[in-house]
């Protein structure tokens, strides 16, 4: 009964709550044809107060706050923040939670079965020690030998008793990833409101030979070896104007009215940022939180941003709604566009001066003399460490140089 339960089920009066305290809740990725349950395990936290109850979901130094939260008889909803998917579910007693992830953003029937227990116990069980040194990093190859291979680079920091880390693809990253290493096997997990990650690998001789699960609807093999010398393409290098453009020209409606264009006359002598993302997109979360930062800091200076958005919601009313609760929670400073779905073909059609979009996010620098100078596709955020970190200090260097062309122009003449 409780794995029927409807996504977008109403509730009533409050009358059974959960516990309080730390939680663990389990994603059953069985597809339709598994016998054997592929189990996604997360850890969180519950806290009720004055004003309500609080959802606290971890992943790795992650933590996801999660306050849209309804009791009502034996029913429970938690909607993410950010993403538009919620927890819909009963309560089966004070320790026992059971119900379905239901993600929108991949259609109304998109529900993944969940059950979750009250009490502090591990992500993953497991307490053998580990014989792989994971220290890195590992040249990685999802889906090995076929066309359809992605090339990434795996980074991973055990401690005593867990393991966190990431994998840096050509288009971004795959998160805040934790887990253990016990033994010869390699268990990592992540949740963020928007994928469910799984990552279980064995070592064979001097390899990890793995499988990877997002959600119910992907899955596939991997392989990773040690290689300190493997390298991803310059993520400079993928997305590039065509030939015969050296300027960027749209205009798309801006999510509260208007219109929204590079070529407006107040970005007129400004260094512009056209970020092109979705909202339901985790890598375009964290690049927003560094322009918007940047934004901040150089604004006054002459620094504009733009966000043109490719929505995963055919209905236009809903895309509008999911890029407002994306502005509004992470406080984006800068005009956001809605230019159609996400898919290649709309992408495509939409921005004819690209010669393709590899990935989100992608963003496209021009200087003050209107003319594109940089292109760059997808974004390593804060889980991946050092990459992320040398990205911020390479950018806050690079925009201070494109917003220095006018003065160097002016003592030119």
């Avoid at 990552?199 to 392989?223: C, T, Y």
């Avoid at 002459?302 to 502005?327: H, P, T, W, Y």
């Avoid at 566009?337 to 290649?344: I, L």
Wanted: contains cysteine; aromatic residues 10%; charged residues 20%.
């Amino acid at each position: 009964m409780l794995l029927a339960l409807a996504c977008g089920r109403p509730a009533t009066d409050a009358s059974l709550a959960p516990r309080s305290g730390p939680w663990r809740m389990e994603l059953d990725l069985r597809d339709s044809g598994a016998v054997r349950a592929e189990i996604l395990p997360f850890l969180f936290d519950l806290e009720h107060d004055s004003a309500g109850w609080v959802m606290r979901v971890h992943n790795g130094v992650e933590t996801i706050v999660v306050n849209e939260i309804s009791l009502a008889n034996d029913s429970i909803r938690m909607r993410m923040p950010l993403f538009d998917s919620e927890f819909v579910g009963a309560v089966l007693n004070d320790s026992t939670l059971a119900g379905s992830w239901c993600n929108y953003n991949k259609g109304p029937a998109y529900r993944i079965p969940f059950t979750a227990h009250a009490g502090k116990t591990p992500r993953f069980a497991g307490h053998e020690r580990s014989a792989i040194d994971l220290d890195g990093p590992w040249e990685t190859h999802f889906s090995p030998g076929t066309t359809g291979m992605t090339n990434a680079i795996g980074s991973f920091h055990p401690t005593a008793d867990r393991v966190t880390g990431t994998f840096a693809t050509e288009c971004g990253d795959y998160r805040f990833l934790e887990g253990i290493s016990t033994h010869d096997s390699l268990l990592l997990s992540c949740f963020d409101g928007s994928h469910a990650f799984l990552f279980k690998a064995v070592q064979r001789n001097d390899s990890l030979i793995g499988r990877f699960w997002s959600g119910v609807h992907w899955q596939e093999p991997w392989v990773a070896v040690k290689n300190p010398d493997f390298h991803l393409r310059d993520e400079d290098s993928l997305t590039y104007l065509k030939e015969g453009y050296d300027m960027v020209d749209f205009r798309f409606p801006g999510i509260d009215g208007g219109q929204v264009s590079p070529k407006d006359s107040s970005h007129t002598g400004k260094v512009l940022l056209v970020q092109v993302m979705g909202s339901w997109c985790p890598n375009c979360v964290d690049e927003a939180l560094l322009l918007k930062a940047m934004y901040t800091k150089y604004h006054a200076q002459g620094l504009d941003v733009i966000g043109v958005a490719f929505e995963r919601q055919s209905d236009r009313e809903k895309a509008l709604a999911g890029l407002k609760r994306f502005r509004d929670h992470l406080g984006i400073p800068y005009p956001l566009s809605y230019a159609g779905d996400a898919n290649k073909e709309t992408a495509s059609a939409q921005l004819p001066f690209l010669d393709q979009i590899v990935g989100y996010p992608t963003c496209i620098f021009i200087g003050r003399d209107g003319k594109v100078k940089r292109i760059h596709t997808g974004f390593y955020g804060p889980g991946t460490g050092e990459p992320y970190a040398a990205y911020q200090r390479e950018l806050d260097r690079y925009l201070n140089d494109l917003l220095g062309e006018r003065a160097l122009a002016n003592i030119a003449r």
